[in-house]
């Protein structure tokens, strides 16, 4: 179950009930079962070469959003792939003119913070757009979501120094 040397780790986060986690690796990707502890899914991506920096995950569906690192040619930073584990592919992708801080997913958004502002796309094939929030200076993507399946709020940094905004996604315009 351990990693081995030569997959350096860039990202670990937990899905929204703390069931499972994710590693971004160098050349793709780690989930594990939290208990017992056990290795889910591994899978090196093609096409990655500078590794996931990012990977979010959505409960226990199949659906990963994964961001590269740097200026990797297929998933740079400023990119988002939805990835299917099911059928081992990209299904949808979301490019930005800058780099992408972090990801989260509901069961029908995915919400991207960059460096100030926040882009809400419909989890939809292929994702729409929905809304434009603006925050502070935000290089360390500090986006958290209830961990509730209706009513979900997106709590943010504001644009007022030492204050946050708080949405409830499912009034969004």
Request: glycine fraction near 6%; hydrophobic fraction near 35%; proline fraction near 5%.
């Amino acid at each position: 179950n351990r990693m081995s040397p030569n997959e350096d780790l860039l990202f670990v986060g937990f899905n929204q009930d703390h069931g499972c986690f994710a590693c971004g690796t160098k050349f793709g990707f780690i989930v594990y079962n939290s208990y017992p502890l056990k290795v889910k899914q591994r899978r090196v991506v093609p096409g990655i070469t500078c590794g996931c920096s990012k990977v979010e995950m959505l409960y226990r569906c199949n659906f990963l959003a994964l961001t590269g690192n740097d200026n990797c040619s297929h998933l740079p930073s400023t990119k988002v792939g939805i990835w299917d584990c099911e059928t081992r592919k990209f299904v949808a992708d979301l490019s930005f003119s800058s780099e992408v801080r972090r990801v989260r997913l509901t069961k029908d958004m995915i919400i991207i913070g960059l460096d100030r502002m926040i882009k809400v796309f419909s989890f939809t094939r292929p994702p729409s757009q929905i809304k434009v929030l603006e925050t502070g200076l935000n290089p360390n993507g500090l986006i958290s979501l209830s961990p509730t399946y209706q009513n979900v709020k997106l709590v943010y940094p504001s644009r007022t120094s030492g204050s946050v905004c708080i949405v409830d996604l499912s009034k969004l315009d």
